[in-house]
């Protein structure tokens, strides 16, 4: 481009006119170049921001998932102290109980990466309510103790 530019320039006034045309399509691509460029960045920086944000949802559903199951464990075993303290230890009441959890973390040991979010957080949602029918069926137990007394 700068030969046509020299070229239109020494060949005097009537070639200016091809002058500014070489030097106006040199700043078009440059600038279409810089255009498309950008664009490109932006499409990397908006799947790069996609990725964290679908990696972040997931490893937030497991944190959520372990949590609840946590927090059902940790019930369980009062639950089974405080049965035991009324009843005796004939039976482990909460066993079941506590092999589904079992079951639950082994499951999500092997299929955490593949198994859909979603699905993460129905499993969560099922621990939960586990959870909250084991605190209404401990409610009826100290209930029944309290009218015994």
Do not use: C, Y
Not at 90 to 104: F, K, N
């Amino acid at each position: 481009m700068d030969l046509l530019t020299d070229r239109a320039l020494r060949r005097g006034k009537a070639h200016r006119f091809a002058a500014i045309f070489a030097l106006s399509q040199t700043g078009d691509m440059n600038a279409a170049l810089t255009v498309i460029l950008a664009a490109v960045a932006a499409g990397a920086l908006f799947l790069l921001w996609r990725l964290r944000r679908i990696s972040s949802g997931r490893h937030r559903a497991i944190r959520e998932l372990l949590d609840a199951a946590d927090a059902l464990e940790t019930r369980l075993r009062t639950a089974r102290e405080e049965i035991e303290a009324i009843a005796g230890d004939q039976q482990d009441p909460v066993l079941g109980a506590m092999q589904e959890i079992l079951r639950q973390r082994l499951w999500l040991q092997e299929h955490a990466n593949d198994a859909s979010v979603e699905h993460l957080q129905a499993v969560r949602d099922s621990l939960e309510a586990a959870r909250v029918k084991l605190e209404g069926q401990l409610q009826r137990v100290d209930q029944a103790r309290l009218v015994g007394i």
